[in-house]
């Protein structure tokens, strides 16, 4: 049977009877004739009838509308006004990740922001319209350039920037290595839709090889309004980017990462930027950002190119008044006493500083810089070089009346006798230790470290349990160090059952249960598959890292244990 509503008449015509069409010819006339009198009535009848049924079906549809309304959940409720500001809020929360590095080439950025916009667009009707009338979510761009062939691809490409209408841009491309010239050819459709967006780019995450780079950058292009540029290229051996080509682009970023050969002649207003991420700067290079931008607030040098001396800086040493936070990074160069940024600058605002060089023990720019320049450093880490313990104990009491968070991760030799327990004594206020100057200590009341919060430790080697109760002190004291969580990471797979909490020191982790401390634990394993996360009370810890751990060694070892204690 088939229904339908027509203006005012729903025809329902049974399946099994044929169409009947009426002869108009009658000799008496339609109004004197029985039949066409009783057609008429029928009609009426039908009429009538379909008048009924079409409010039937009409108050059929509202009530399937309100129960699916009632039994809907409240998102489905939301005017659209109410989930245009949820889809905003959604995607500002969605943070962008940075260009990932993978043994020092680029990868693809998570493309987070793109991603819940396409799906947002995809849930139903009313969501995709909304989701298109919304230009803020749709300027992350994501493109790999080295897909960007053919019509339809660019017709993608044209639609997402379509959607963003008039608003500021985050670009972010990347291409696989490509040399051939003839495939460069074909990606400058694709170069030119983008250019074409130039003046709304803000933010510049580029990674390609260097001819779609200068493909990329026409001569007369203004750059003055982008904020961030992230510039590498993938392609080995390259020749660094003329000063001809930069010149007329204006650029004035406030963050800018790029490596050492992008950054030999760029033209840039040093003055506008405040946060430099620099991989493989040698460290003239370093210095010269150092000197060229006096509002720096945050510098990484990463994978630094260091040298035993560098020359021209002269004895003096340079001040920045602005500089807050460091990351030094040279995990390859194994100079004992190469020369640094630190040897020949002074930070008088440096709070946060993440240091990882290899092989020092006695001689190193930074740790010298702590005792000589004494900076108000409230966060630090120190890792890969496994200092002399009396010349990392002089460069700690240095910063010691800020200090806030330490987390210190020397490259030990596990077949060697451990070397830290000394910092644990200073730290648990130990009379053994006899410092050649006190001074600095008296307005701390002779207290190591007095302001320490969070304090994390990587070893081989079992550290001096009995000890770390002291670290805490008692909860009545007033004056205790206000530390929080106690980590210690432990590596190695030492066949000593005691390797990891000897048993003689089980009492003074039991007492830890009498400070209201959190203890927990987690063993990582690749080896034997296994991944254990607890937290639980210090007793089932024990009993744990007593029956567990020896399981983990007979069936291949485990990669890293860590135990947090937390207040």
């Known amino acids: ?67 699916n309304y009632t039994h809907s959940t409240i998102v489905e409720k939301f005017p659209n006004e109410i989930l245009s500001l949820i889809f905003c809020e959604a995607w500002d929360a969605a943070y962008p990740a940075s260009m990932k590095r993978s043994n020092g080439d ?15 667009a995809g849930v139903c009707k009313q969501w995709r319209a909304i989701a298109l009338s919304l230009p803020h979510i749709w300027t992350d761009v994501h493109i790999f350039m080295h897909r960007q062939k053919g019509e339809q691809t660019l017709s993608v490409l044209r639609d997402i920037l379509g959607r963003s209408k008039d608003a500021t841009l985050t670009i972010s491309m990347h291409s696989e290595p490509i040399d051939e010239h003839s495939r460069i050819e074909q990606l400058q ?5 983008l250019r074409k967006e130039s003046g709304r780019w803000r933010s510049l995450q580029i990674c390609l090889p260097i001819q779609i780079i200068k493909a990329l950058f026409t001569p007369d292009m203004d750059l003055s309004r982008v904020s961030s540029l992230y510039l590498y290229s993938n392609q080995y051996r390259h020749s660094p980017l003329s000063d001809h080509f930069w010149s007329n682009k204006s650029l004035q970023p406030d963050h800018l990462s790029l490596d050492s050969l992008a950054f030999r002649n760029i033209g840039i207003a040093w003055n506008r930027v405040t946060h430099v991420v620099a991989h493989h700067f040698t460290i003239d290079q370093a210095m010269r950002v150092i000197r060229s931008a006096p509002n720096l607030v945050s510098f990484e040098l990463l994978e630094a190119e260091e040298e035993e001396e560098v020359t021209g800086f002269g004895s003096t040493k340079f001040v920045h008044e602005n500089l807050q936070h460091i990351v030094y990074s040279a995990p390859h160069s194994e100079l004992p006493d190469a020369e640094t940024i630190f040897s020949y600058c002074r930070f008088p605002a440096l709070t946060r ?3 990882e060089v290899l092989a020092r023990t006695a001689e190193d720019s930074f740790m010298d810089h702590l005792m000589r320049e004494r900076p108000p450093i409230e966060e630090l880490t120190l890792r890969n070089s496994t200092f002399f313990p009396d010349y990392l104990l002089s460069s700690l009491k240095a910063v010691s009346s800020t200090l806030t968070r330490l987390t210190f991760a020397p490259f030990e030799d596990p077949f060697n006798e ?8 200073c730290l648990a206020g130990s009379d ?13 009341g002779g207290m190591f470290l007095p302001h320490l919060e969070y304090l994390e430790f990587n070893s081989a080697w079992p550290i001096p349990w009995d000890l770390i109760p002291a670290l805490f002190g008692s909860p009545n004291d007033p004056n205790r160090r206000p530390l929080k969580q106690f980590i210690f990471n432990k590596s190695g797979n030492q066949d000593d059952d005691d390797h990891i909490i000897p048993k003689k020191t089980y009492r003074f982790c039991w007492s830890l249960e009498t400070q209201a401390l959190t203890f927990s634990t987690a063993i990582l394993t690749w080896t034997a598959g296994i991944c254990f996360g607890f937290l639980w009370n210090i007793t089932t810890c024990l009993f744990l890292l007593r029956h567990v751990t020896p399981y983990l060694r007979c069936t291949g070892g485990y990669d890293r244990l860590r135990i947090s204690l937390c207040l």
Not at 189 to 193: E, F, K, Q, S, T
Not at 418 to 425: G, I, K, Q, R, T
Not at 432 to 444: H, P
């Open 106 to 120: 680029e990868e693809p950025q998570d493309k987070k922001k793109l991603s819940l916009a396409i799906r947002l």
């Open 353 to 355: 500083v993440e240091h």
């Open 1 to 67: 049977m088939h229904s339908g509503i027509h203006g005012k008449r729903v025809d329902v015509m049974p399946d099994i009877l044929p169409g009947v069409t009426v002869s108009s010819h009658c000799p008496r006339g339609d109004a004197n004739c029985s039949a066409h009198q009783e057609i008429a009535n029928l009609e009426h009848e039908a009429d009538e009838a379909s008048q009924k049924l079409a409010n039937i079906l009409t108050r059929l549809a509202n009530a399937k509308l309100a129960t």
């Open 189 to 193: 459709p694709a170069l030119a839709i």
């Open 418 to 425: 451990p070397e830290y327990d000394a910092l644990f004594m």
């Open 432 to 444: 053994e230790l006899d410092w050649d100057d006190d001074s600095d200590w008296e307005d701390d």
